[in-house]
């Protein structure tokens, strides 16, 4: 488990930024998981990763595309961290299956639709300004991932921790085998490395466009943050140098 200065240092954001962050969303955090025990959803290091992520952009409103809704329970808290970090949330989530859902009417835009050969599309309708894949299946976590890149967007990646990473590859599920589309088998972090290359595993990673940054938390979640749409890693790294020196 991390502390929060380890998870600003992973995610070389500046610490107060993320003290900040936790100590609005952990109460949320809490009082979901009171109502929501037995549900699969973020944790609170991972809740808060995101958040910190989105509150740092200094975007408001946020638009942000989810996959894989399930029960809800996900865009409940992004939904309500947001609003208790004074931005505006502007969420839409699809899943192939209507469950019962426990977020308010109205506060979060759901459909019931496989996008998985339409991706592009859905994200030049909705433009989000950050994209949340939380499906298991190849194709629509591959495909959206890579239209996403395209578009220059946040991506956050559920499910990528090393053991979830270590039972697929012994289970003999990778490469695909035809299992693509099984909700059991976990694909997040072979398509990241398929998408942004090998290096993705090491934690913290650089392309000539996005930083990719894995999160090992309880389930994990990867932060994948465009070079271009923000500072550079060493830009932040001389920005929380400067705050601890003041």
């Known amino acids: 488990m991390y502390d929060l200065t380890q998870l600003a240092g992973a995610l070389r954001l500046p610490e107060p930024v993320v003290m900040e962050t936790a100590a609005l969303?952990?109460?949320l955090w809490k009082s979901a998981m009171a109502?929501?025990?037995?549900?699969?959803?973020?944790?609170v290091v991972e809740a808060t990763a995101m958040l910190a992520v989105l509150r740092h952009g200094g975007t408001n409103p946020v638009r942000l595309l989810e996959v894989g809704t399930q029960f809800g329970v996900s865009a409940c808290i992004l939904h309500d961290g947001l609003?208790?970090?004074?931005?505006?949330?502007?969420?839409?989530?699809?899943?192939?299956?209507?469950e019962?859902?426990?977020?308010?009417?109205?506060?979060?835009?759901?459909?019931?639709?496989?996008?998985?050969?339409?991706?592009?599309?859905?994200?030049?309708?909705?433009?989000?300004?950050?994209v949340f894949l939380d499906a298991h299946p190849w194709h629509v976590t591959y495909n959206l991932t890579v239209a996403a890149r395209q578009r220059g967007l946040i991506?956050?990646?559920?499910?990528?921790?090393?053991?979830?990473?270590?039972?697929?590859?012994?289970?003999?599920?990778?490469?695909?085998q035809g299992h693509e589309c099984d909700p059991n088998a976990v694909w997040e972090r072979k398509v990241l490395e398929t998408v942004?290359?090998?290096?993705?595993h090491a934690g913290h990673y650089q392309s000539d466009d996005y930083v990719v940054d894995l999160i090992r938390s309880r389930l994990g979640v990867a932060i994948c943050r465009p070079l271009a749409s923000g500072r550079s890693s060493r830009d932040v790294d001389l920005y929380v140098n400067k705050v601890k020196l003041a």
């Open 25 to 27: 969303v952990l109460p």
């Open 35 to 43: 109502e929501w025990s037995r549900v699969n959803t973020l944790d």
């Open 83 to 98: 609003e208790a970090l004074g931005i505006q949330p502007l969420i839409r989530t699809y899943d192939v299956r209507r």
């Open 100 to 130: 019962s859902h426990l977020f308010k009417p109205g506060e979060v835009d759901f459909r019931c639709e496989d996008i998985t050969d339409r991706c592009g599309a859905v994200l030049d309708e909705f433009m989000p300004h950050a």
């Open 155 to 176: 991506i956050f990646m559920h499910d990528i921790s090393d053991a979830l990473w270590a039972h697929n590859l012994q289970s003999g599920q990778l490469p695909l």
């Open 196 to 200: 942004f290359g090998p290096g993705i």
